[in-house]
């Protein structure tokens, strides 16, 4: 398809451990934003197809990986599920869907606009590690929780923003790809 021509090439039969995938990904600078490109200012994610598809499928997840880690290690409920949204606006109307579908699920934004975002997400991580009843079941988020956020019970994420460079987009994934403790 033309729109992804010029995407950086992903040589993934060459890398035989991570360190390798991080080290190329450490080099490519190639912004990938404008290939993802989500518009909510005129839709809401109900009303956006690609958005609803990917929150539902994320959400479908979220029981699975629940499971698989109670069948495992006996913890009821660990997983989380982390959507990074591209704007503060984007995170509250993508709570908000994620409401209104999931009633049940407990949703926190956490934004930098927030005053006291940096303690929230403080509590959520003590939240998270003590498998509290009343930690959130989603994260949606801006930027705050990518480098230096050690939530290891997010184990499911979507990612709703522009990518700005594979390297950011990493540091995202891996927050879904930590052991539990």
């Given at each position: 398809?033309?729109?992804?021509k010029?995407?950086?090439?992903?040589?993934?039969?060459?890398?035989?451990?991570?360190?390798?995938?991080?080290e190329?990904?450490?080099?490519?600078?190639?912004?990938?934003?404008?290939?993802?490109?989500?518009?909510l200012?005129?839709?809401s994610?109900?009303e956006?197809?690609?958005?609803?598809?990917?929150?539902?499928?994320?959400?479908?997840?979220?029981?699975?990986?629940?499971?698989?880690?109670?069948?495992?290690?006996g913890?009821?409920?660990?997983?989380?599920?982390?959507?990074?949204a591209?704007?503060?606006?984007?995170?509250?109307?993508?709570?908000?869907?994620?409401?209104?579908?999931?009633?049940?699920?407990?949703?926190?934004?956490?934004?930098?606009?927030?005053?006291?975002?940096?303690k929230?997400?403080?509590?959520?991580?003590?939240?998270?590690?003590?498998?509290?009843?009343?930690?959130?079941?989603?994260?949606?988020?801006?930027?705050?929780?990518?480098?230096?956020?050690?939530?290891?019970?997010?184990?499911?994420?979507a990612?709703l923003?522009?990518?700005?460079?594979?390297?950011?987009?990493?540091?995202?994934?891996?927050?879904?790809?930590?052991?539990?403790?």
């Open positions: 398809c033309e729109i992804y010029d995407l950086p090439k992903f040589p993934s039969d060459e890398w035989e451990t991570i360190e390798e995938w991080e190329w990904a450490k080099k490519c600078d190639k912004p990938l934003g404008r290939h993802l490109h989500f518009d200012d005129t839709q994610p109900g956006n197809q690609t958005i609803r598809r990917v929150i539902d499928e994320a959400l479908s997840l979220l029981p699975k990986t629940r499971a698989d880690i109670e069948r495992v290690c913890q009821k409920n660990v997983s989380v599920k982390l959507c990074v591209k704007s503060m606006s984007d995170a509250r109307k993508i709570s908000e869907y994620i409401q209104e579908i999931r009633p049940s699920y407990r949703v926190s934004v956490v934004v930098s606009d927030d005053n006291n975002g940096a929230k997400l403080e509590k959520i991580a003590k939240q998270c590690k003590e498998n509290a009843a009343d930690k959130p079941d989603v994260i949606v988020s801006v930027g705050m929780i990518s480098e230096g956020v050690d939530i290891p019970q997010i184990k499911v994420v990612y923003s522009a990518i700005l460079t594979v390297l950011y987009f990493i540091q995202v994934v891996g927050r879904a790809v930590r052991r539990i403790p």
